[in-house]
């Protein structure tokens, strides 16, 4: 079993993280829906004040996986949550907990946070984080439907 650690992200690891979010892409079949930057990444998770904030996992010092979450507010809770944007994995370091070691490191910094919730989402076609995510005590929300309004219908509904 190979040791890891969960690490914040910083600056010079825009690259990196773009190349995560490249291959989850790819792992999720929409690999031409990535348009993001490094220059993209690097002014909005290390902006001044960021709006979303990234670990990185390292196992026996290479890049094995990240996550990239931002806060959430729940008025019924009156209280934030942690909304996990993205989780990812490289295929060789499948396997070592190391998925479950960013999960943990997000529940932690909502404990320290006083977040009453963490929140993610999961394609429906994604057995194998389907089975990892209920085997940890996570519940799906089944009774939502998640929607989204983006690119010229974003911009025409704006007008």
């Known amino acids: 079993m190979s040791n890891f ?9 825009a690259p990196l ?3 995560f979010i490249k291959d989850l ?6 690999s031409d829906d990535v348009v ?9 998770v290390f902006a001044d004040q960021p ?7 390292e196992s026996d010092g290479q890049a094995a996986g990240f996550a990239l979450y931002f806060y959430s507010y729940s008025t019924f ?3 934030h949550g942690i909304y996990l944007e993205d989780l990812f994995v490289k295929p060789e370091f ?10 943990k490191r997000l529940a932690e910094i909502a404990v320290e946070n006083d977040c009453k919730r963490l929140d993610w ?3 429906d076609w994604n057995e194998p984080a389907i089975n990892f995510y209920d085997s940890i005590g996570a519940k799906p929300q089944k009774e939502w439907l998640g929607y989204r309004l983006t690119g010229d219908a974003l911009d025409e509904f704006a007008q």
């Open 5 to 13: 650690v969960i690490r914040e992200a910083v600056r010079s690891d």
């Open 17 to 19: 993280i773009l190349e």
């Open 25 to 30: 892409a790819d792992y999720e079949k929409m």
């Open 36 to 44: 993001a930057t490094v220059q993209d990444i690097e002014s909005t």
């Open 51 to 57: 709006k979303a904030y990234c670990l990185i996992a």
């Open 77 to 79: 809770l009156g209280k």
């Open 94 to 103: 499948r396997g070592k907990k190391i998925g479950m070691g960013l999960l």
């Open 121 to 123: 989402s999961v394609l």
